[in-house]
């Protein structure tokens, strides 16, 4: 029979085994949580870059989109206005090169019939101090055009209200002072928008570079 000596040796000894074993347990169990968590973690943290990187190239691809547009928009603009007439700055030579082409082309009766295409470059144009002999009233002065290489014939003559409204006449060399109707009318804003619309612009510029004003 063992003495209470042995027996309290014996269990002493297999409790220190059980807590090593214990031990090695509860190390390996740290370990694998170790490992476990940094590996989530590392995960995450690639996420996060990810994310992070995703969101500032898209952040910049917007900047340059919308800078893109800006420039493109303001290009867009610059070309439309520097390709097309407006009403409000349009030059006096300009004007009567705009309305030649359009009596040219819509009106195309009497002396305004080829008046813009069909006589060469240059144009000569006259001023008069009135309208009177003209049927419409009240429009102050009138202009007369001409091609510079005739001398007699028909003016094409034209006035121009103060809403802008532009009269057409074929007067006569020989008949000046009768009254004359108009063989059409039509707004200058009406008259500008035809040639931009059928992009003459450059023709229209280009002409009133060729009209002159008769002294």
């Not at 910049?60 to 700055?89: H, I, Q, R």
């Not at 349009?90 to 009596?103: H, L, S």
């Not at 057409?168 to 804003?189: C, E, R, S």
């Amino acid at each position: 029979m063992k003495s209470p000596a042995s027996c309290r040796g014996f269990f002493y000894e297999r409790n220190e085994s059980i807590m090593k074993k214990l031990k090695w347990v509860l190390l390996v169990i740290g370990v694998l949580i170790i490992f476990v968590g940094a590996y989530f973690a590392g995960k995450m943290f690639n996420k996060s870059s990810v994310q992070t990187s995703q969101t500032s190239s898209s952040s910049v691809t917007k900047t340059s989109s919308k800078t893109n547009s800006s420039t493109e928009s303001s290009s867009s603009s610059s070309n439309d206005s520097g390709d097309k007439l407006d009403y409000d700055s349009i030059t006096p030579m300009q004007t009567a090169a705009a309305i030649a082409y359009y009596g040219d082309h819509v009106v195309d009766k009497g002396c305004w019939h080829g008046l813009f295409s069909s006589y060469g470059d240059d144009l000569d144009i006259d001023q008069f101090d009135n309208a009177d002999h003209l049927n419409v009233k009240g429009r102050g002065n009138s202009w007369g055009l001409r091609p510079s290489n005739m001398n007699g014939g028909s003016i094409a003559q034209y006035t121009v209200g103060a809403d802008g409204e532009v009269a057409f006449y074929d007067v006569k060399t020989t008949n000046l002072q009768k009254d004359k109707d108009p063989l059409a009318t039509a707004n200058l804003h009406d008259i500008i928008n035809y040639v931009n619309d059928h992009s003459v612009v450059d023709q229209i510029k280009d002409k009133a570079q060729h009209i002159h004003l008769q002294q």
